[in-house]
């Protein structure tokens, strides 16, 4: 048939299909509730705020809880039937209608988790005329024990299914067979997939089951499509169906169709393809513009369409080897998909048609009465783990871009819904991220680049013997390899070396602020280029994951571009306000020698960002960067040269802590920036304020010290977020961050559950040595370290109770300074591990009545470096904005990460000065500004132009 007569078919078809459809509207869309639903659907305002309030509903305590929620989520709509809701909201009984409504309203989508419920469902279905693959729906898996529940809900929901369908059907999400489900580590991924889908595979075989894998998030599917193709060859019992869905809105889905027509002919058999549009269009659009990776999807709806329907034709024409299922609401899209199957007069038992329970049941019974083989979607689940299902659902129906709002709202003629979509796609936008994107782990090919490259950067490394005057590098997950050998210097080889920097200055500040922001955008290249070498070096020297030694390397390049353009502003006369006769203008000038003080936990981002701001102020930075991560502090140098720095300008100085104390003193010394512990910055402190002989100005000192941050949990809070954002800020570098969280301060009504799911979360985990991304964490950074975390851990024990601590087995230790993670409850806010910086993976949580006392337990510190807050009531997120004074605050997300630029970073109190490094104040501390007013009036003769830039 050609194309023109193949489209005329199509167009009568769905003519057909949409008379047939006739008026009826979804079930959805009948009374009251329909009529919120269109009001819904209209008004964005009452839409975010309706589902906002949804979300929360499952946590809400009690009926006050409820009306608090409503009331906040809608406030900027009170008009007519809202205004309505929020006069009844104050009455009693009312909390109990509103989740009375909410689980009728999600039991349209969800079906009862019980025998009966699905026996009862499945029977409605059948007498429609339509089969059904059912799914548990379920929350975040985060522990092994969620992913061993969901295990046994699949096992249990096939053995419900096998007495009421011939062939069961069940759909269900890898990623929710194991807690860590990781593409960098893809072995580890499957081993793990695996031992939980065999069971299930087992049953599955044993009733002649369909198993259907759902399709998730771009990053993941690689590792999705994988699995399948080795469930294949793992599980190769022919009479269980396997099962893919794949997604239209990926332009490369053709060639993972390809991948499985050949899979199909290699293993001898049908393979079942539910082929969708794709359900995470918005997500994929945010996650790419906050990484600033590529948008792999499609960009407009058209072309997805489009595409939907070129994929729907090549499924019908390999139903030899492919079981096609096209799920869709699309009365176009299904209508295409008809079309091509009266082509290929394809049989019943050959394909079928998908779609979701509750959705667009007009479409649904035209097509069955057309003769169309239908299977709909079936979760099943309890209203609060079905939530966000629910939630998904609702705005699905209610998107502008929804063919289901736009057939049953009657925002679109017949015509245009019918139209075949045009196939070309708006060029997708490139990223213009404002930082240097990380790497993409997910991706087969970067994992192997950077496997090679730590092989690369292990085998120039040069060890060395225990020699006096030498520090040797040492891998902290392997003690007994030495990395490298450093020479030792002298406090007199150090204050030599200032000297000369001292000398070499003057040039380097009448190279003026352009010439230097320019080297240090050379240097930001050079480290780009090199950054995989660099990321690696981490790895090994400072025991760093790989994906945050790729971060510490990309946040160093996004110092050195972010500085550069700071300075360049910079650069010359800078006029305040002028006046007849007057001219005011400042410069900024450089205040000499820098001593730069860096710590070993961020070895590049820190070391580049505090010494790129003294040299392209046009000072000269003195380096005195930690003992432990010497070989990175040497590379960084090596790159500075290269990019054009004075050698005599930026020595780099090796040596203990009586090296760091004559720097400081010394009277050269204009400028000391300092990121470590606290008791090292108060040191610096005392004698950088204690006047030396020859010493003719006050010094400056940028002090970056710890913290002991603390996440408040509300009682209304999404748990799911806020265990995985806590594990992350805790335990992520083996809680050897400064912007780590060591505290949780965890709203009574919550407490168990939170500390529960957080000990299952973290159990989860495992330790091991970074450089084999089987590893989520690895050990501390030295002996000493290790001595120190394991005596809070004994301080712990007796102050409070321990409620998990995970081990590290021996033969994966290999004598590594491990420390095994730790969290207490009971804490009280007077305790040691509630107050003091442990700089290890030990957490404390603590109680609190209410969410005013939690943010004052929280604020009550020494410290005020970073924050966070977990809650759902905006007026709760208000207060934390307004009142917790910590320099980092991040409200329902992790508290670690901060980017260059986008989140200043630093803090008050006894965590730092309160300028933050990354943020447009910063260079000005480097820096010292002159003022010169000028009287430009002649004897009562003014110049017609002023100087002044
Ligand atoms: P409609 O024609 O209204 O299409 C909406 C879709 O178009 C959006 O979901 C999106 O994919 C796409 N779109 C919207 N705006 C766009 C834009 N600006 N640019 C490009 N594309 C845009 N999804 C999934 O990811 N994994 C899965 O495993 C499943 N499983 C599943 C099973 C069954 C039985 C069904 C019916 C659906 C799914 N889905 C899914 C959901 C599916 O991907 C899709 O989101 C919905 O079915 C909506 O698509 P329709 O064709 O029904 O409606």
């Not at 959805?28 to 209209?42: D, M, N, S």
């Not at 061993?148 to 069940?170: G, T």
């Not at 998904?392 to 139209?419: F, P």
């Not at 591990?833 to 009550?860: C, H, K, N, T, W």
């Amino acid at each position: 048939m050609s194309a023109t007569d193949f489209e005329h078919s199509v167009r009568i078809t769905a003519q057909r299909l949409y008379r047939r459809c006739g008026d009826a509207s979804p079930s959805l869309q009948r009374g009251l509730q329909g009529a919120l639903l269109r009001r819904v659907a209209t008004d964005d305002a009452l839409r975010g705020g309706l589902f906002q309030f949804i979300d929360t509903l499952p946590q809400l305590a009690d009926d006050r809880a409820i009306a608090e929620h409503l009331q906040a989520a809608l406030k900027d709509v009170h008009a007519g039937l809202v205004g309505m809701l929020l006069r009844f909201a104050a009455r009693p009984l009312f909390g109990g209608a509103v989740r009375w409504q909410c689980r009728r309203l999600a039991r349209q989508f969800l079906a009862e988790e019980s025998a009966a419920g699905i026996e009862a469902t499945l029977a409605t279905l059948s007498q429609a005329g339509c089969s059904a693959t059912v799914d548990a729906v379920g929350e975040a898996v985060l522990s092994e024990a969620e992913a061993d529940a969901y295990l046994a809900r699949n096992l249990q929901l096939l053995e419900w299914l096998a007495p009421l369908q011939p062939r069961p059907h069940l759909s269900l999400k890898l990623t929710a067979l194991t807690p860590r489900f990781d593409p960098l580590d893809a072995a580890g991924t499957r081993r793990r997939v695996f031992a939980r889908l065999a069971p299930l595979v087992q049953a599955a075989a044993e009733r002649g089951a369909t198993l259907t894998l759902d399709m998730e998030q771009y990053e993941l599917k690689s590792l999705i499509l994988q699995l399948f193709l080795d469930a294949l060859v793992a599980f190769p019992d022919p009479r269980w169906q396997p099962a893919i869905a794949l997604q239209a809105y990926l332009p490369e889905t053709g060639s993972d169709i390809d991948a499985l027509l050949s899979a199909a002919e290699r293993h001898g058999r049908r393979l079942g393809v539910r082929l969708v549009k794709g359900a995470y269009w918005d997500q994929e659009q945010a996650w790419a513009a906050q990484r600033g990776w590529p948008v792999p999807t499609l960009c407009s709806k058209s072309a997805t369409d489009a595409h939907y329907e070129a994929l729907t034709a090549r499924l019908l024409a390999a139903t030899d080897r492919l079981q096609p299922a096209i799920a869709s609401h699309n009365l176009r899209s299904q209508a295409v998909a008809l079309s091509h199957a009266a082509a290929h007069a394809l049989k019943p038992e050959q394909w079928e048609m998908q779609m979701l329970q509750g959705m667009a049941e007009p479409l649904r019974q035209t097509l069955v009465a057309e003769g169309a083989p239908l299977r709909v979607y079936v979760p099943t689940g309890d209203l609060e783990i079905g939530i966000a299902y629910l939630i998904r659902r609702l705005l699905e129906n209610t998107a502008g871009s929804s063919v289901l709002r736009q057939t049953w709202l009657g925002e679109m003629d017949m015509a245009t819904l019918i139209a075949a979509p045009v196939a070309s796609d708006p060029a997708t936008p490139t990223a213009t991220s404002p930082t240097l994107p990380l790497l993409d782990f997910s991706r087969p090919e970067e994992a192997q680049r950077f496997a090679a490259a730590l092989g690369a950067t292990r085998a120039q490394l040069k060890p060395a013997d225990e020699t006096p005057g030498l520090w040797l590098a040492r891998n902290p997950a392997r003690p007994n390899e030495v990395l490298g050998a450093v020479p030792l210097d002298t406090p007199d080889q150090a204050i030599a070396a200032l000297e000369q920097a001292h000398a070499a200055q003057a040039e380097w500040a009448a190279r003026g602020f352009g010439a230097r922001a320019a080297i240090l955008r050379r240097a930001a290249d050079l480290l780009a280029s090199r950054r995989r070498e660099l990321a690696a070096l981490q790895v090994l020297e400072v025991a760093k994951p790989w994906r945050e030694a790729d971060a510490d390397v990309a946040e160093a390049v996004d110092f050195l571009r972010y500085y550069a353009t700071q300075a360049e502003a910079m650069d010359g006369w800078h006029t305040t306000i002028n006046f007849p006769g007057e001219e005011n203008r400042v410069a900024y000038g450089p205040r000499g020698t820098a001593v730069v003080i860096a710590p070993w936990n961020f070895p590049l981002a820190i070391l580049a960002g505090m010494s790129s701001a003294a040299l392209v102020t046009g000072n000269a930075a003195v380096m005195k960067p930690a003992l432990p991560a010497l070989l990175v502090a040497r590379a960084w140098r090596e790159v500075l040269l290269e990019a054009g720095a004075p050698a005599a300008l930026c020595p780099l100085l090796a040596g203990e802590a009586e090296v760091g104390a004559a720097l400081v003193a010394h009277p050269q010394t204009d400028l000391i920036a300092f990121t470590g512990s606290r008791a090292v910055g108060q040191r610096i402190l005392q004698i950088a304020h204690t006047p030396v002989p020859g010493q003719r100005h006050v010094k400056q000192v940028i002090c970056e010290m710890g913290g002991k941050n603390a996440i408040v949990v509300d009682a209304d809070a999404d748990l799911d977020e806020a265990v995985a954002g806590i594990v992350a800020s805790a335990f992520g570098y083996s809680g050897q961050k400064c912007s780590a969280c060591s505290r949780v301060i965890a709203h009574a009504a919550i407490h168990d559950r939170l500390a529960q799911r957080l000990a299952e979360a973290a159990a989860a985990l495992a330790w091991g040595p970074p450089e084999d991304p089987a590893w989520d964490h690895g050990p501390l950074i030295s002996q000493a370290a290790q001595r120190k975390a394991i005596d809070y851990i004994a301080i712990g024990s007796n102050e409070a109770r321990l409620l998990w601590q995970g081990n590290i087995p021996n033969e994966r230790a290999n004598g590594g300074w491990y420390v095994a993670p730790t969290i207490f409850v009971d804490v009280q806010p007077q305790h040691r591990i509630a107050r003091e910086e442990i700089f290890g993976p030990v957490l404390a949580i603590l109680r609190a009545p209410d969410f005013a006392s939690a943010l004052a337990i929280a604020q009550d510190s020494d410290y005020g470096l970073t924050g966070g807050v977990y809650s759902r009531l905006p007026e709760h997120l208000a207060l934390a904005e307004a009142g917790y004074g910590v320099g980092n605050l991040y409200l329902n997300k992790k508290i670690t990460g901060a980017r260059v630029g986008i989140q200043p970073f630093g803090g008050r109190a006894w965590s730092g000065t309160g300028v933050q490094a990354g943020g447009s104040e910063y260079l000005k501390q480097f820096v010292w500004s002159r003022c010169v007013s000028v009287n430009t009036m002649r004897h009562g003769f003014i110049p017609a132009k002023g100087g002044g830039s």
